[in-house]
């Protein structure tokens, strides 16, 4: 995945001159991997002081694990994790990579357009009834429109591509799923009722947070701290040549197992969309509103048992603010 380079286990240090090394946990179809391709083919590592190394990953508990291990250096995952494990004294970091979301999916012609009008429906629910994302739009069903989702509709749970058969072959009235998942539904005729980032303004919050990010060991981060920020400077760059250039986005075609243009364009599209994120201080912020959300609709287990934000969860940005 890594190309060229291969891949390699090694703690990041500077041994002989050497560039650091940055171990980074990859799902094998995961849009980091995207990332890691562009930042490959133009040495964007090296011009940044480290040396990218791939570890593959089946999936995201396998990264958990790997992190925890000490197999990868860098992982992707979500804050809420990062703060559960920090509560309990593990010191991980979060530094905010895409705040692209998902949404509820239905049939064109069909007569959902709100929140409200789930009640009733059958709606496929991705990740289970702990998923933070439908635990925000349960928090927004209740403050904008007076419904609590998990009474009113007929909720099914499981993995987003079974949930997503099943719409198509029509056992469900609308998914609730992840955006590379509404990309797909999209490409096919479906529609976007309601978007996770709108359930996250009504409740106040900006959707400009990430709920996934880069996620590493502090005591790592401050002993390689240029091997740190220099990836994730790398990783702006990287965005940004997929932002600017059809060309790129070509070359990552093959990574993104979009087999006709119209997902292509949506793919794209989305993770485009994602890149607009908030700042260190700002997804502090957010964060801590989301956490009392997500603790009032899903209660302690919801959170990891946190009540509050503990301090350090958020890495400050490369620039020093945040």
């Known amino acids: 995945m890594i190309g060229r380079r291969g891949l390699m286990a090694g703690a990041a240090t500077l041994v002989g001159g050497a560039p650091a090394i940055v171990r980074l946990g990859i799902l094998q179809f995961g849009t980091v991997q995207w990332v890691a391709d562009v ?81 009733g429906r059958k709606l496929g629910v991705a990740g289970g009834p702990a998923d933070k994302s439908w635990l925000v739009v349960r928090a927004a069903g209740k403050a904008r429109d007076g419904v609590d989702l998990a009474a009113s509709a007929r909720c099914v749970y499981g993995a987003p591509p079974l949930l997503g058969a099943k719409l198509r072959q029509g056992e469900l009235d609308a998914v609730l799923t992840y955006w590379n998942f509404v990309a797909m539904l999209q490409a096919d005729g479906f529609r976007q009722a309601v978007s996770v980032a709108d359930c996250v303004n009504a409740l106040g919050v900006s959707s400009r947070i990430s709920m996934v990010g880069f996620v590493f060991h502090q005591d790592w981060a401050d002993a390689n701290r240029a091997a740190i920020d220099g990836f994730l400077a790398a990783v702006g760059d990287a965005e940004r040549k997929l932002a600017g250039s059809r060309a790129e986005w070509d070359a990552v075609r093959p990574l993104m197992r979009a087999d006709n243009d119209a997902l292509f364009g949506r793919l794209r599209d989305g993770f485009v969309a994602g890149m607009s994120r908030a700042d260190a201080a700002e997804q502090a912020r957010g ?31 490369t620039d020093g603010t945040g």
Do not use: Y
């Open 39 to 119: 930042i490959r083919r133009h040495d964007l590592d090296t011009r940044h002081g480290f040396s990218l190394r791939g570890t593959l990953l089946a999936n995201t508990d396998a990264g958990r694990i790997s992190l925890m291990a000490g197999a990868s250096d860098v992982i992707l995952s979500d804050w809420p994790f990062v703060t559960a494990q920090r509560a309990a004294g593990s010191k991980l970091c979060f530094a905010g990579f895409s705040s692209a979301s998902g949404g509820v999916v239905t049939a064109q012609d069909s007569p959902i357009r709100d929140l409200a009008d789930l009640a």
């Open 287 to 317: 964060a801590a509103r989301l956490l009392v959300v997500l603790r009032r609709t899903g209660g302690a287990a919801a959170t990891g048992g946190v009540e509050t934000l503990p301090p350090g969860v958020f890495w400050p940005d």
